[in-house]
C-alpha cells in the first residue's frame, strides 16, 4: 500500500528512513501507512542550519532595525539590530560571531542571530543569560516545577536552555549531563571568536543524518533504516543508541533488487508532496498554493455529493480538509503566513468546533504552528515558524499540475 499523509491523532511507532531519491540524500519520517516528513540534505557542507561564522558587518539600514552581515565571501544575511548587545553599536567594518537561524529562500537572504545556541536530544543551549524555556508539549505540572527548581539550584547562568519534549522520558541527571557538554563547547565557541579571521568557522552542527537522528522522539520511534552504507557507519559510532536513542533499531537496507525508495513508495510520495491538488477521501479536495508572500489552501466540496444534506456535506469536509491541512504543512514544510480558505458553513458553532479540531491537529507538528484565527471574510490565519526551505525548494521544482488522489492510498 502507498503510504499518504496522517490524518488521525493515533499514536503509531514511526520510522527514519535515509536513502538517496532524485539525485540528493533524504531523511524521510514513516508512520504506517503515512508519510509525515520529507527533507532533502543541502547540497553544500556550508548551508546547515545552526553554523556559527565569524561574519563581517556590510551595511547598517537603521530604519529598517537592520544590518546586512558577509558571513562566506560574496554571501550576505540579515540580521536583526534589536539582538545586539554590544557595548557600542555596531558600524561597517565591523567582524562578530553570527549563526545561520533560517535558511535562505528564494530571493531572501538567510537570517543570522548572534544569539547563539547548540543543540542536544534533550536541550537548547543558548547565549541568552538566565532564560529557562519548557516544551510546550511536556504538560505535567509536576514535572516542570522540579525541573525549574533544579534549573535555578544550578551555579552558571551564563547561558539560557530550552528543555526540548525528548526531556520528559528521561532522568533529570541526564538533562544536566548533556546542558554542561553543550555550555563548555559554547564557552569555547566564545573563546574561539576572539582570535579568528573573518568568514572563519567557529562551529558546525552535526552532520544531516545525525541532526535528523537527534530530532527523533524516542517514544514515538521503532527503527532507523537506511541503505547508504556511510551514514549506516556513522550513525553505528555516533554513540547515540547506547545513550539517547537506545532501544531504538538501526539497520542497513541490503536488499539490491527491491530499492528502499521502491520498497516505501518514495518517488509516489514526492510527487504528491509537490502536487497543487490533493484529493481527500470524501471527493472533496485542497488547492494548495505557495507564493512569495503566503501560502493559501482552497478547500472544495469536488466529488463529495452524497446523501447528506448540504452544510453537513460542508461541515464534513471541512473538518476532513483540517486534519489533510495540517498533515500537509509538515509534510511540504511550509511556513509563514498560511490562509486558508474553508467552505463557507451556516452556523457558529460549526466554526468554533472546525477551529477547535483544526487547532488539535496543528499542535501535533513538531514546528511551532498557530492557528491565529478566522478573519472577518471567513479565511483561517496561520502562522508556522520558518527555518528550513519548503519541500518545493529543496528539489527546485514547483508544484506539478497533477492531482494527487488520497482515496487511492
Not at 499542535?363 to 518545493?392: C, F, N, Q, S, Y
Given at each position: 500500500?502507498?503510504?499518504?499523509?496522517?490524518?488521525?491523532?493515533?499514536?503509531?511507532?514511526?520510522?527514519?528512513?535515509?536513502t538517496?531519491?532524485?539525485?540528493k540524500?533524504?531523511?524521510?519520517?514513516?508512520?504506517?501507512?503515512?508519510?509525515l516528513?520529507?527533507?532533502?540534505?543541502?547540497?553544500?557542507?556550508?548551508?546547515?542550519?545552526?553554523?556559527?561564522?565569524i561574519?563581517?558587518?556590510?551595511?547598517?539600514?537603521?530604519?529598517?532595525?537592520?544590518?546586512?552581515?558577509?558571513?562566506?565571501?560574496?554571501?550576505?544575511?540579515?540580521?536583526?539590530?534589536?539582538?545586539?548587545?554590544?557595548?557600542?553599536?555596531l558600524?561597517?567594518?565591523?567582524?562578530?560571531?553570527?549563526?545561520?537561524?533560517?535558511?535562505?529562500?528564494?530571493?531572501?537572504?538567510?537570517?543570522?542571530?548572534?544569539?547563539?545556541?547548540?543543540?542536544?536530544?534533550?536541550?537548547?543551549?543558548?547565549?541568552?543569560a538566565?532564560?529557562?524555556?519548557?516544551?510546550?508539549?511536556?504538560?505535567?505540572?509536576?514535572?516542570?516545577?522540579?525541573?525549574?527548581?533544579?534549573?535555578?539550584?544550578?551555579?552558571?547562568?551564563?547561558?539560557?536552555?530550552i528543555?526540548?519534549?525528548n526531556?520528559?522520558?528521561?532522568?533529570?541527571?541526564?538533562?544536566?549531563e548533556?546542558?554542561?557538554?553543550?555550555?563548555?563547547?559554547?564557552?569555547?565557541?566564545?573563546?574561539?571568536?576572539?582570535?579568528?579571521?573573518?568568514?572563519?568557522?567557529?562551529f558546525?552542527p552535526?552532520?544531516?543524518?545525525?541532526?535528523?537522528?537527534?530530532?527523533?522522539?524516542?517514544?514515538?520511534?521503532?527503527?532507523?533504516?537506511?541503505?547508504?552504507?556511510?551514514?549506516?557507519?556513522?550513525l553505528?559510532?555516533?554513540?547515540?543508541?547506547?545513550?539517547?536513542?537506545?532501544?531504538?533499531?538501526?539497520?542497513?537496507?541490503?536488499?539490491?533488487?527491491?530499492?528502499?525508495?521502491?520498497?516505501?513508495?518514495?518517488?509516489?510520495?514526492?510527487?504528491?508532496?509537490?502536487?497543487?491538488?490533493?484529493?481527500?477521501?470524501?471527493?472533496?479536495?485542497?488547492?494548495?498554493?505557495?507564493?512569495?508572500?503566503?501560502?493559501?489552501?482552497?478547500?472544495?466540496?469536488?466529488?463529495?455529493?452524497?446523501k447528506k444534506t448540504?452544510?453537513?456535506?460542508?461541515?464534513?469536509?471541512?473538518?476532513?480538509?483540517?486534519?489533510?491541512i495540517?498533515?500537509?504543512?509538515?509534510?511540504?514544510?511550509?511556513?509563514?503566513?498560511i490562509?486558508?480558505?474553508?467552505?463557507?458553513?451556516?452556523?457558529?458553532?460549526?466554526n468554533?468546533?472546525?477551529?477547535?479540531?483544526?487547532?488539535?491537529?496543528?499542535?501535533?507538528?513538531?514546528?511551532?504552528?498557530?492557528?491565529?484565527?478566522?478573519?472577518?471574510?471567513g479565511?483561517?490565519?496561520?502562522?508556522?515558524?520558518?527555518?528550513?526551505?519548503?519541500?518545493?525548494?529543496q528539489?527546485l521544482?514547483?508544484?506539478?499540475?497533477?492531482?494527487?488522489?488520497?482515496?487511492?492510498?
Amino acid at each position: 500500500m502507498c503510504l499518504s499523509p496522517w490524518r488521525s491523532l493515533e499514536k503509531t511507532l514511526n520510522k527514519l528512513i535515509f536513502t538517496k531519491l532524485r539525485g540528493k540524500t533524504v531523511s524521510v519520517l514513516a508512520s504506517p501507512g503515512r508519510i509525515l516528513q520529507i527533507e532533502a540534505a543541502p547540497s553544500e557542507e556550508n548551508e546547515r542550519l545552526g553554523t556559527i561564522y565569524i561574519g563581517k558587518v556590510r551595511n547598517v539600514v537603521k530604519n529598517l532595525g537592520a544590518a546586512f552581515v558577509e558571513y562566506q565571501p560574496g554571501v550576505n544575511g540579515y540580521y536583526n539590530l534589536s539582538e545586539w548587545d554590544g557595548p557600542r553599536p555596531l558600524k561597517s567594518g565591523d567582524e562578530i560571531p553570527v549563526q545561520v537561524a533560517r535558511a535562505a529562500v528564494k530571493t531572501k537572504d538567510a537570517v543570522l542571530s548572534t544569539n547563539l545556541s547548540l543543540t542536544g536530544h534533550y536541550v537548547v543551549l543558548t547565549s541568552q543569560a538566565g532564560k529557562l524555556g519548557i516544551s510546550a508539549k511536556i504538560r505535567d505540572g509536576a514535572w516542570r516545577t522540579e525541573l525549574k527548581a533544579q534549573w535555578e539550584s544550578r551555579p552558571q547562568k551564563e547561558y539560557g536552555l530550552i528543555v526540548r519534549t525528548n526531556a520528559y522520558t528521561v532522568p533529570f541527571d541526564r538533562i544536566w549531563e548533556e546542558t554542561d557538554f553543550l555550555l563548555q563547547r559554547l564557552c569555547k565557541i566564545r573563546s574561539d571568536a576572539g582570535c579568528r579571521t573573518c568568514y572563519s568557522i567557529l562551529f558546525q552542527p552535526e552532520s544531516f543524518a545525525m541532526q535528523a537522528a537527534l530530532n527523533v522522539r524516542k517514544s514515538e520511534t521503532e527503527e532507523i533504516v537506511t541503505d547508504i552504507p556511510e551514514i549506516y557507519k556513522e550513525l553505528c559510532q555516533s554513540g547515540l543508541f547506547s545513550g539517547p536513542l537506545s532501544g531504538i533499531g538501526l539497520r542497513l537496507y541490503s536488499d539490491e533488487t527491491y530499492p528502499l525508495w521502491a520498497l516505501y513508495h518514495l518517488e509516489t510520495a514526492l510527487d504528491r508532496a509537490l502536487s497543487r491538488q490533493v484529493w481527500l477521501k470524501s471527493g472533496g479536495y485542497l488547492v494548495i498554493e505557495p507564493t512569495e508572500a503566503m501560502t493559501v489552501i482552497d478547500v472544495n466540496t469536488g466529488k463529495n455529493t452524497g446523501k447528506k444534506t448540504a452544510p453537513e456535506t460542508y461541515f464534513n469536509t471541512n473538518l476532513e480538509a483540517a486534519s489533510e491541512i495540517a498533515a500537509q504543512l509538515r509534510l511540504r514544510n511550509l511556513s509563514g503566513i498560511i490562509l486558508v480558505d474553508f467552505i463557507d458553513m451556516e452556523t457558529k458553532e460549526q466554526n468554533e468546533e472546525l477551529l477547535s479540531g483544526f487547532r488539535k491537529y496543528l499542535a501535533l507538528d513538531p514546528v511551532k504552528t498557530i492557528l491565529v484565527d478566522m478573519t472577518a471574510l471567513g479565511l483561517v490565519e496561520i502562522t508556522r515558524k520558518k527555518i528550513k526551505r519548503p519541500l518545493h525548494e529543496q528539489f527546485l521544482t514547483g508544484f506539478s499540475e497533477k492531482t494527487v488522489d488520497i482515496k487511492k492510498t
